[in-house]
């Protein structure tokens, strides 16, 4: 393959629309600070301004497995609180006053009992009163020893992700060294 100009650019714009695209990927961290919180959950569940789109009512996740909550926000919420209710009391405090990045990765509790009845709340950290519940999914006690490379239902995108940066950059590494290896045999 000849290396000009017009192939370089090539080479350059399909890199840099593999970045822009894995950018725009959002990740969440996770941190286990939290305080208590009374029981909502008989409060009104919906906010104009926050939406959970993962957990949903057909969620079964396993403990000690690793999934991703996804939320959305239609106004300005910098930082969120996230717990989690069992049968609409605290169960536990996901994060507190976490980024508000869209997702959080969560690690379950291996303790957490088997259960159709847990819900996510997401709130925002300075007016709590603006708040979403999920609806009822399930949380059960997993069987299998768990894999310590899973990452959650959306693992498979995030490799393949993985992998095709991993070729790019190896592709890009031949490249420069054929450049250097003509320029050598030129001198």
């Known amino acids: 393959m ?3 100009k017009m192939n370089i650019k090539r ?5 840099l629309t593999i970045v822009a695209i894995t950018g725009f990927l959002p990740f969440g961290f996770e941190k286990f600070n939290g305080t208590s919180d009374e029981n909502v959950m008989n409060s009104p569940k919906i906010s104009s301004t926050i939406t959970i789109t993962t957990p949903s009512n057909v969620s079964s996740w396993p403990t000690g497995d690793t999934e991703w909550i996804y939320f959305t926000t ?3 919420i910098f930082m969120v609180n996230i ?3 069992k049968d609409g009391i605290l169960e536990l405090v996901i994060d507190e006053r976490t980024p508000n ?3 959080m990765l969560w690690d379950i509790p291996l303790d957490l009992e088997d259960s159709f009845q847990y819900q996510v709340k997401i709130a925002e950290s300075d007016n709590p009163s603006t708040y979403f519940i999920s609806p009822f999914f399930e949380i059960y006690r997993s069987t299998r020893p768990e894999s310590p490379f899973r990452l959650g239902e959306f693992a498979t995108p995030l490799v ?4 095709v940066l991993l070729i790019s950059a190896c592709f890009i590494n031949n490249i420069v060294r054929r450049i250097l290896v003509n320029k050598r045999r030129k001198y």
Do not use: H, M, P, R
């Not at 080479?11 to 890199?15: D, E, K």
């Open 2 to 4: 000849k290396f000009n």
């Open 74 to 76: 239609t106004e300005d």
């Open 11 to 15: 080479l350059t714009i399909a890199i």
């Open 101 to 103: 990045t869209g997702a």
């Open 160 to 163: 393949l992700i993985g992998i």
């Open 83 to 85: 717990t989690l209710y």
